[in-house]
């Protein structure tokens, strides 16, 4: 039996008492857990392990009962807002409801207790699961094969950009520079430059759309390819995409799809069919793992055809001859490894059963739903607040607090923060970059039309205050266990480390 708890635990859920770290709630001796010290053979853990392997000083490690450790973790799950606890519109990050069916098939021990260095004759269902995942995502984006090492969306984009570096260079013609909209994502400028590449900004139009003038002003043989996203990042569908994919092809360079967010596409379009390459996938995002906070994330590649012999290595395949059904095998001209292993396993098992439980039928109502919710959302909102390109969107609609700013000193960061007190997670603020004090909206497909109604409400609640009140917006949030903290300082002095002493600063 682990020892009872240390400490008073009356405190209310949720105020804005700081919670204390395991190291403050450390008491000497105690445990949560306990062996047995009877009944078994007389061997000791000193007998066990030699004294070599033996540390000289015990590690400085908290001292808690299991009491107190579970009420702690209990308290701080309910400091924080979470999918399964309400709508969290962060636009370009779908943060969508994700099945708890998703995570029981995770959690099967087949698929759970499995080590990855397992040999291929005693994991065949691990890698027919592997494989029929890789054709799922194939079947949805229009590609003919896919890793499935990469462990992020960013991850994804520099495979990605390694894939085209080596497909230019087999050609013997290497080339400098990838192309990018003003709109893209922070991700993909980053990604280019540790590609290797230059980056070259294209501009977009007033439709919010890649301007084909400025495209073609930037095209040239030294172009190795463009990395656009479509629906682009302002949730807007690139339309003249057919056009962009021939001008592109025809100076030699490869298109590349950043696959992140899905939502507004899956059985609807695929973006090999407009003309891409290659593709990046956030299973993370649309396929059921919930993210954000740094958990686990899997961003498989997707490429056509002639791209498949660079793939990164070992890929899952079926076997052609031989008694088993499945193995591993590197592609010729494999790229190398992205990841140790395979990847973020159980990330992929989780989309698999999202894909499956959903069928393509249901992914395309996914998508319905997705862009219906959005265009929703956008007209429920048009009198409260300036919609940046009026348009139909996609799975997204992005907002304007310009006015506001302009006329009540209330920027777009107040309005989410306010959002907060209202029990919603705020939208995306100040991205993208091309519009001024941007609230970006992605209500998903998971959310009720009285859920909808009732974000709208809250939006319009805030709106009014800023004008009548608009300290109380400025000074949000007040009804959530941290207020607002100093962003600057805490990105620049970042403490990483736990003292308990006070520091001289405090
Ligand atoms: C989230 C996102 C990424 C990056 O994905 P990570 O998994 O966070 O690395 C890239 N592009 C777009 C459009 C995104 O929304």
Redesign the pocket.
Known sequence: MSAPGGRATSAPLVGREEEPTLFELSRPGRRAWSFRTGGFPDRSVDDLVPPVHRRAHPVDLPEVSERDLVAHVTRLSARQFSVDLGAYPLG???MKYNPKVCDAVAALPGLAGVHPAAPASTVQGWLALLVELEEALCAITGMAAATLQPA??????LTGLLLMRAWHAAAGRPRSKVIIPDSA?G??PASVTLGGYEVVTVSSDERGCVDMDALHRVLDEDVAGIML?NPN?LGLFEEDIARIATAVHDVGGLLYY?G??LNAILGVVRPGDMGFDIVHM?L??TFATP?GGGGP?A?PVAVAERLVPFLPGPRPVRTVDGPLGYGWHTPARSIGRVHSWHGNALVLARALAYIRVNGADGLRRVAEAAVLNANWLRRRLAGTLDVAYDRTCMHEVVFSAQRLRRDHGVRALDVGKRLLDHGFHAPTVAFPLVVEEALMVEPTETESPETLEALAAAIEAVVAEAASHPASVTAAPTATPVGRVDEARAARRLVATFDARPTPEG
């Open positions: 370009s990050c779908t992020a969306g960013a991850a994804g984009e994502h991700t993909n996203t990042t950043d992140a967010n956030n993370h995002k993210h994330g961003g």
